[in-house]
């Protein structure tokens, strides 16, 4: 950028580091959907979800701590994770994305639904431990709200909800909302 004449020593490295710091934050950015789209094409999609959850969360969870302790609370490279996670969902082909949103949404119905179908464990986790998994997992998953594959998750979680509400087998009202 070109220097403005009568510019103070401070505001020229308030604007450099306004600029660093824009640099900085594409790259991590870049490098977060690297590591998101690596994690996504190394999920076995026919696993349990349970599993493909797990590992989801696990380089969700890697790449938040990474990101605290190199930038501290820096808002911009925060957001950086999210845009990071979108990025790399968006890059993914409509298959992919489909079965993923799926697998997302079953692990959830798994959680929520008192039979605890897919995992024995699930059926001894009490409501409360079932509430900080839910609340650990809404996280990460906020930023489905504005792609296109937003729709794909929400019509399966309704099919999943309806069916836990029409059978009584939902763990909580509470947690459903």
């Not at 119905?109 to 409360?128: F, I, K, P, V």
């Not at 794909?152 to 509400?165: A, D, K, Q």
Request: glycine share 4%; aromatic share 6%; proline share 2%.
């Amino acid at each position: 950028s070109k220097p403005n004449i009568g510019e103070t020593d401070e505001e020229k490295q308030k604007t450099q580091t306004s600029t660093i710091i824009l640099a900085l934050t594409h790259t991590w950015q870049e490098m977060i959907c690297t590591e998101v789209t690596l994690c996504l094409q190394k999920c076995d999609l026919s696993s349990n979800p349970l599993i493909v959850m797990a590992d989801f969360l696990l380089v969700y969870d890697k790449l938040q701590q990474a990101t605290m302790e190199l930038f501290g609370g820096h808002s911009q490279l925060a957001l950086a994770v999210k845009d990071g996670f979108s990025k790399a969902f968006m890059s993914l082909n409509e298959v992919t994305g489909v079965r993923l949103c799926e697998l997302l949404c079953q692990c959830i119905d798994n959680l929520l639904d008192t039979a605890g179908r897919d995992s024995s464990r699930l059926l001894h986790l009490s409501e409360t431990e079932r509430e900080v998994i839910l609340l650990h997992l809404s996280e990460p998953l906020q930023f489905l709200h504005n792609l296109d594959i937003a729709h794909v998750f929400e019509h399966f979680y309704r099919r999943h909800l309806s069916n836990r509400v029409l059978r009584n087998r939902s763990v909580s009202l509470a947690l459903e909302k």
